[in-house]
C-alpha cells in the first residue's frame, strides 16, 4: 500500500472541488505541562515541525497539526471536558518497517510499552508499538504492510 501524501489546498483545489463537500483531520489539540520537555519530544522522536504560535507553539506533521495548551495560555473554547497532560492517546503511521520505529525510539532513549503488536488502523490491519510522551500520553506508531 502507498504512503499517504498530504497536499495543500492549492495544489488540489479543483480536484476538492469537483469531490463537493469533504471532512478531513485539520487538527487535534494536547496539553503539556512543560513546553521545552515536550517541544523537544515532539521535534526530536515523533519529527513535528515546532510552529510559533503566540505564548506557546503548535506541532505540525505535514498538513496535521497538534494545537498545543500548556504553561501560561488560557485558550477559548476549551472542550467540556478538557484533555489534562498526560491524558492524550494518539496513533502516528510510521513510513517503513516496525523495526524500524522501535530503533528510532531506542535511539531517542524511550521505552516501548507494548509491542510489536498486531492493531487496525486508518488504513486498515497494521503492526503498532506503543510508547508515552513527556506528560505519560500514550503515543503508538503503526506501520502497514507493502502490498
Same mark, same amino acid.
Given at each position: 500500500?502507498?504512503?499517504?501524501?498530504?497536499?495543500? %489546498?492549492?495544489?488540489?483545489?479543483?480536484?476538492?472541488?469537483?469531490?463537493?463537500?469533504?471532512?478531513?483531520?485539520?487538527?487535534?489539540?494536547?496539553?503539556?505541562?512543560?513546553?521545552?520537555?515536550?517541544?523537544?519530544?515532539?521535534?526530536?522522536?515523533?519529527?513535528?515541525?515546532?510552529?510559533?504560535?503566540?505564548?506557546?507553539? %503548535?506541532?505540525?506533521?505535514?498538513?496535521?497539526?497538534?494545537?498545543?495548551?500548556?504553561?501560561?495560555?488560557?485558550?477559548?473554547?476549551? *472542550?467540556?471536558?478538557?484533555?489534562?497532560?498526560?491524558?492524550?492517546?494518539?496513533?502516528?503511521?510510521?513510513?517503513?518497517?516496525?523495526?524500524?520505529?522501535? *530503533?528510532?525510539?531506542?535511539?531517542?532513549?524511550?521505552?516501548?510499552?507494548?509491542?510489536?503488536?498486531?492493531?487496525?488502523? *486508518?488504513?486498515?490491519?497494521?503492526?503498532?508499538?506503543?510508547?508515552?510522551?513527556?506528560?505519560?500520553?500514550?503515543?503508538?506508531?503503526?506501520?502497514?504492510?507493502?502490498?
Amino acid at each position: 500500500m502507498a504512503d499517504t501524501q498530504t497536499l495543500t %489546498v492549492s495544489d488540489i483545489e479543483e480536484s476538492l472541488a469537483a469531490l463537493g463537500p469533504a471532512i478531513h483531520l485539520d487538527h487535534c489539540v494536547i496539553h503539556v505541562s512543560d513546553w521545552a520537555r515536550s517541544t523537544a519530544f515532539y521535534r526530536d522522536v515523533m519529527g513535528a515541525e515546532i510552529v510559533p504560535n503566540g505564548k506557546g507553539f %503548535v506541532y505540525r506533521f505535514g498538513g496535521v497539526q497538534l494545537n498545543v495548551h500548556g504553561p501560561g495560555l488560557s485558550p477559548k473554547p476549551l *472542550a467540556e471536558h478538557p484533555v489534562m497532560p498526560g491524558g492524550s492517546d494518539l496513533c502516528f503511521r510510521w513510513s517503513g518497517p516496525i523495526e524500524g520505529a522501535i *530503533a528510532h525510539l531506542a535511539a531517542n532513549g524511550v521505552p516501548v510499552e507494548l509491542g510489536p503488536v498486531e492493531r487496525n488502523g *486508518a488504513a486498515g490491519s497494521g503492526i503498532s508499538v506503543y510508547f508515552r510522551d513527556p506528560d505519560g500520553s500514550l503515543m503508538e506508531f503503526i506501520t502497514y504492510p507493502a502490498e
